[in-house]
């Protein structure tokens, strides 16, 4: 079966959900993405807990605990061949009459969850990297919600499509970096990856803390700070991370080539590390 939809599961051509969800509506929801390699979900207790602040952050009781949450991943899992995946799992507010308010008394929320093949990053992409425009970042102040409402994000990544590029970097209020619309950026100098620090401007990303983690254990330097948007240009490397991509390098940005406009070699490290670690950690 496909799809889990509120208590069941199904292929995904038959599942349904009301028009007047909240989550078509408003946008009134939250999701996680977790990859899954050779059916075995990466960081699941690290996705569960940054859902359980998304749904905080938006008021939103969990309709699950934990336990019941990884016995539903774990059932979407089972018929997946062993080729990298990720799942998608969206919670939204319930079904009500169009109000703003909370529904009173509350509905049960729609709780959704997919499979999809996670494609990786070309050939081409991780050796040439990919060219980057920075964005003003105009979202809410609440950018550690992992929010179903990405309008912004939407924009801004399309922005960077029709820019040519492979992703828009994120400059609040004119001076210092955020993130990508869909990843985070960390900067090198000097020999230290600097990455900016988690809190309500960033999504708190799992493969970002993957990503200090393989430093520290690897000798690395790496400091968390504010990043100023004229230091992306004098950057010996710049990197983003996601769950999707994993991690990529940024060759050029607004069009100027960053350190020689090649990989660098802390990319190159932390590339290697990580397809080392899928390998025999996720893979064995
Ligand atoms: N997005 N910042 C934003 C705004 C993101 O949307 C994402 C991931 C990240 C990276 O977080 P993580 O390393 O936990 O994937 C940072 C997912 C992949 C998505 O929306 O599809």
């Known amino acids: ?15 349904r959900i009301p028009v007047l969800d909240r989550g078509f509506m408003f946008g009134d929801g939250v999701y996680e993405v977790i990859p899954v390699y050779a059916r075995r979900p990466f960081r699941m207790r690290d996705h569960l807990q940054r859902l359980q602040h998304s749904l905080d952050g938006i008021r939103l009781p969990n309709p699950h605990s934990v336990e019941e949450w990884e016995a539903i991943l774990e059932t979407m899992i089972a ?21 703003h308010p909370f529904p009173n008394p509350p509905v049960p929320p729609t709780v959704f969850v997919m499979s999809s093949p996670l494609t990786h ?21 609440r ?11 939407v924009l801004m990544r399309q922005a960077s499509v029709d820019a040519g590029c492979g992703e828009a970097i994120l400059i609040r209020d004119d001076s210092f970096l955020t993130e990508g619309s869909a990843s985070n ?3 090198v100098k000097d020999g230290v990856l600097l ?17 200090l983690e393989l430093a520290a254990s690897h000798g690395i330097p790496s400091q968390i700070r504010k990043i100023m948007k004229e230091e992306l240009f004098s950057a010996d490397e710049l990197l983003l ?44």
């Open 1 to 15: 079966m496909d799809v889990y939809l509120n208590g069941e599961y199904m292929p995904m051509e038959e599942a």
């Open 79 to 99: 018929p997946l061949s062993l080729d990298d995946h990720y799942l998608y799992l969206h919670i939204t507010r319930g079904v009500a009459r169009r109000d």
């Open 121 to 141: 990053p070309s050939a081409e992409q991780v050796t040439q990297g990919v060219a980057c425009i920075t964005v003003q970042d105009n979202r809410w102040l």
């Open 143 to 153: 950018c550690d919600i992992k929010a179903i409402s990405l309008l912004p994000n």
């Open 185 to 187: 950026i960390f900067l």
């Open 195 to 211: 990455a900016p620090p988690k809190d309500h401007l960033m999504l708190p990303g799992i493969t970002y803390d993957v990503m």
């Open 241 to 284: 991370t996601s769950s999707t991509r994993e991690v990529m390098a940024i060759t050029s940005v607004d069009g100027r080539p960053i350190g020689n406009g090649k990989p660098g070699p802390i990319f190159e490290q932390l590339y290697g590390l990580y397809q080392t670690f899928k390998r025999e950690v996720m893979r064995k």
